[in-house]
């Protein structure tokens, strides 16, 4: 195994960015924030675990304790459980494709918290082991996430370095998170095209159907 694609998940393997922003704001609501910025670039790290840390305790001025996290991916979980959850054309044919390529291994490293992400996956129909998701539950950061997607998959692959990381995503901080690391990076949707392509990608699919494994 000398190669390695790290795969976000919202905007990229499923079509969910706008339901998750939605129920993301409709849960801190009903835990008693009253106004929340939802220009996510702006703040630090686009992860769920700060953001909701940074605007709950921002706003309401005390402290998002264990309790206060577990109870708001409870929410988000249940909300986003209740919804429809689309693939972005191709994703399922490309995992499966990987699944049989001795060639390329394949994990996931999201912004989201663990549980609403291990339901969008499942939702699509994308199986996954434990080590293959890291989510931002303990991490902040997005480098911290995807590096430890490349650290678990190391592992699990026996091998001390990969030849190629390939890390595939739609926004902006997905493409930035993969130059501070020294990653090759392949963009996906139009939404943000102008955006990634300014910033310097060089590929950015209009969806998964479009790409190719060998890139």
């Known amino acids: 195994m000398k190669n ?3 795969f976000d998940i919202d905007g990229t393997l499923t079509d969910s960015v706008t339901q998750h922003i939605d129920t993301f704001k409709e849960v ?10 939802d220009d996510f670039k702006t703040f630090k790290h686009h992860t769920d675990s700060f953001v909701s840390k940074t605007i709950f305790e921002t706003k309401l001025n005390e402290e998002f304790t264990p309790d206060k996290f577990n109870l708001f991916e409870k929410g988000l979980t ?7 959850i689309n693939e972005i054309p191709g994703a399922k044919v490309l995992i499966d494709q990987l699944q049989h390529n001795p060639d ?19 939702s699509i129909e994308i199986p996954f082991e434990d080590w293959q998701l890291v989510t931002s539950d303990t991490i902040y950061d997005r480098e911290g996430i ?10 699990y692959y026996n091998v001390t370095k990969f030849e190629r ?7 902006l901080w997905d493409l930035l998170t993969a130059k501070n690391l020294g990653l090759e990076f392949i963009g996906i ?22 790409f ?4």
């Open 28 to 37: 801190l609501i009903e835990m008693g924030v009253a106004e929340i910025n």
């Open 189 to 210: 949707g139009l939404a943000n095209k102008e955006v990634l392509i300014k910033n310097g990608a060089e590929v950015v699919y209009e969806d998964l159907t479009r």
């Open 78 to 84: 249940e909300k986003l459980s209740n919804q429809t």
């Open 146 to 155: 995807v590096s430890k997607a490349i650290e678990n998959a190391a592992t």
């Open 104 to 122: 390329f291994g394949f994990c996931f490293a999201t912004g989201s918290l663990r549980r609403p992400a291990e339901h969008k996956l499942n």
């Open 4 to 6: 390695l694609i790290v």
């Open 165 to 171: 990381v390939i890390s595939v995503g739609d926004g």
């Open 212 to 215: 190719k494994i060998g890139n």
